[in-house]
């Protein structure tokens, strides 16, 4: 049976130019026969470094996945971030075509747009299950892509911190007044919800964050969580470790891919690269979840890390700022404001639903 | 470039029985050029009405996912309940290979085997994120395989409805006392911690539920969530509305092959296969979350549904019987003292760190 199936497609693949007038069986098959002899040599440029844990090594995840499901037919190979070009210049080598595909975060891009800041993460914003929902069921990934169309790149989601720490700490943070003069690495939205409150933000590459956390040029930073952190070691020169990460609740990682790249492949690859970037999205998401209590276990009973939560009326300030600032980027401009209303009605939702079934839960069990 | 890439591998595809020796790319190709002519008609049969949704629409997502990757070399078509065979028959079905693929949940097999229900979940278990993260991070996918190969049947994760719903009840439940003599549909573990705590469970298909609360046949029932329990109706002929569903807080839903025909497929097609069930299994959470609260939204201010939490002592009672009776599933036998085993040490650990993550940042999110 099979194989008089097969015979009946090779005789529709030999007719062309039919494949819209066909049925859906019959148009895929034409592919099979005209696209078996081809393959991709694919470029992934990255904002981290070569196999960096959770982030880098998603990238690699990812590359994988598109090359066992094509079968090599896209055959994609991961660059570090320097390797090929720059961290901070992977957005622009994948848009005018010297790379084909892009795995960073959108905030990055902020100085392209800043509303694509949206797309990674907002302080006290959507959680990672969330964001996906949005992204998938709600609406956003519509958005995104119309927000990257402009640059000529398609955009997936493809990895997700899950919430972060809110980071490490040489100051006491008791009150809103230890907030005041606080020189803290915290880039992005969450820079500016601190400045707001008094703190002073910088921004720092990874690289130096140590040094300068030793040397008092600051006083705090944030990275990422324990999996990240403790292999840092910024457990050996800071006093405390806060929780939660407010700042970034559930920080989506990105694929882009340059859109004539995309347009050029057959359905199915395009199929297989968009699905292996959703299962990249999840993989990283549930590694985080297995690796951080490890790490997190190991800074606290090993290295003796003062782990502390933030106080009520520093995260009650934080939260009133927070939504100041991202309500004014919301309002720059009509797009802006079409990815503000939908993120934000959207959230609104999911926030009550798990208000009863996650977040009760969570609390239940915990007793 | 490419045609020359396709030049060399075709000459490698020509040499037989090196596959191998050979580098992992050359292996690749030489699968390339030998299964492109074949196709699989592949039988996919559910436990859920024909496009139920949430579960019937997740398994038809499922289907057109590896349809599209695989360019239609595998076409699965989906039979719901009944269509092939009665719902609680297609495990046997696929494992004696009338069917290659099922689609339902590991819980409904433990008259087969009883600690296949740790693949499902289990009362005051793990959520979505941490049975994922213990799958496919934590050692849990090498037990399930384990423990589905005496079946001839190789498992994957292929959904998740997320914290459930406690459900629908006549009676109110204020103190452990008025759970004395409650007949409750609840089946498998959950409805044994009914039972100790001086309930009755008892077990009816979903089709009847409706016209036994009705009746009084039953006092309460539980079901999924929102969703699903807008379309049965239940706030029509039901006073209470309880959450959070302490019974089924992350319910896994799974996609299962016959060994045999997975054994058949080339390695591409069988990673597409998987990943398929990898990305299903993480759209049915995200649908999920994107839909019910739109559906409590009208339960609650269309129909005036009584929404109620459970009260702290009860919550504490069910969990102390949850422990005793899941702990009793884990010493069954070696193989499930071996499930029950790594299922505690990840929960322990995932445990901890959500409640300084997600626990915490959405307890502070909500003031």
Redesign the interface.
């Known amino acids: 049976?099979?194989r008089r199936?097969?015979l009946q497609?090779a005789g529709v693949g030999a007719a062309s130019g039919l494949t819209g007038c066909k049925g859906e069986?019959e148009s895929?098959?034409q592919?099979?026969?005209t696209?078996?002899?081809?393959?991709?040599?694919w470029k992934m440029v990255t904002t981290w470094p070569k196999n960096f844990p959770g982030l880098g090594t998603g990238a690699e995840f990812l590359a994988k996945?598109i090359?066992?499901?094509?079968?090599?037919?896209i055959?994609v190979k991961v660059y570090g971030a320097g390797e090929l070009v720059p961290a901070f210049e992977i957005f622009d080598a994948v848009a005018n075509g010297s790379a084909q595909m892009g795995h960073g975060s959108a905030y990055y891009w902020k100085g392209k747009y800043s509303a694509l800041q949206f797309f990674s993460t907002t302080p006290?914003g959507m959680?990672a299950?969330?964001m996906?929902?949005?992204l998938?069921?709600?609406g956003g990934m519509e958005l995104w892509q119309e927000a990257y169309k402009q640059f000529g790149l398609v955009p997936a989601a493809a990895g997700n911190t899950?919430?972060?720490?809110a980071g490490w700490f040489n100051k006491e943070i008791n009150t809103l007044e230890d907030l005041k003069g606080l020189k803290m690495r915290i880039p992005g939205l969450g820079g500016e919800v601190l400045k707001r409150a008094g703190g002073t933000p910088v921004n720092l590459p990874g690289g130096e964050l140590f040094t300068s956390l030793q040397s008092g040029t600051i006083d705090a930073t944030e990275w990422v969580?324990?999996y990240n952190d403790l292999a840092f070691g910024f457990h050996k020169i800071a006093k405390y470790y806060y929780?939660?990460?407010?700042h970034e609740?559930g920080t989506t990682l990105e694929c882009f891919i340059n859109q004539s790249a995309y347009d050029e492949l057959?359905?199915?690859l395009q199929?297989?690269v968009m699905?292996?970037c959703?299962?990249a999205?999840?993989?990283m998401?549930?590694?985080y979840?297995?690796?951080?209590?490890?790490a997190?276990?190991t800074l606290v009973n090993e290295h003796k890390v003062d782990?502390r939560?933030?106080p009520?009326d520093v995260?009650?300030k934080l939260?009133e700022l927070s939504q100041e600032v991202t309500a004014e980027l919301g309002y720059t401009d009509p797009l802006a404001r079409k990815i503000f209303d939908s993120y934000t009605e959207?959230y609104n939702?999911?926030?009550?639903?798990?208000?009863?079934?996650?977040?009760?839960?969570?609390?239940?069990?915990?007793?």
């Open positions: 049976m099979e199936k097969f497609y069986s895929k098959t592919q099979v026969s696209n078996t002899n081809k393959t991709w040599e996945q090359n066992a499901m094509s079968n090599g037919h055959n006290f959680t299950m969330e996906n929902a949005w998938y069921h709600g899950n919430v972060q720490m969580g324990p929780y939660p990460g407010w609740p057959p359905e199915n199929s297989i699905t292996a959703r299962v999205n999840q993989d998401s549930l590694e979840i297995a690796r951080n209590n490890d997190l276990n782990l939560k933030l009520d995260i009650s939260a959207f939702k999911s926030r009550a639903w798990l208000d009863i079934s996650e977040r009760a839960y969570l609390n239940l069990r915990t007793g």
